[in-house]
């Protein structure tokens, strides 16, 4: 069964930080590159960072710099790390493999107040 389970936001003043963490089960995780979306309300789902399963990481370049994506395959986890949060950054964060199009998870909100 694959399941992916986020955890990790909530309300946060601009300048704050917060550490979200996905935990993912089925084997497909463990060879695929995983990713972190967000995807804010009436607007299309972003791909924010992935990391390969050899820890090659890239980001999109309104949070490079702030944000840290990194994994343990041993204990199936995937997690960002989001530093200097904006107000732009407020979105329901998703964790998944890179290109993925079902198997969505509840996600996380992320509120980031001004």
């Known amino acids: 069964q694959v399941q992916l389970v986020e955890s990790g936001g909530g309300s946060v003043q601009a300048g704050g930080s917060l550490r979200l963490t996905c935990v993912y089960s089925g084997s497909i995780f463990s060879i695929d590159a995983m990713a972190w979306y967000r995807q804010a309300p009436g607007k299309q789902r972003e791909l924010v960072a992935f990391?390969?399963?050899?820890?090659?990481?890239n980001y999109a370049g309104s949070v490079k710099g702030r944000f840290t994506i990194s994994r343990d395959n041993a204990k199936n986890t995937v997690s960002l790390q989001m530093n200097n949060l904006k107000p732009d950054d407020t979105a329901v964060y998703y964790c998944n493999r890179v290109g993925a199009t079902m198997n969505w998870g509840q996600g996380t909100q992320v509120t980031v107040s001004s």
């Open positions: 990391i390969t399963r050899g820890g090659s990481t």
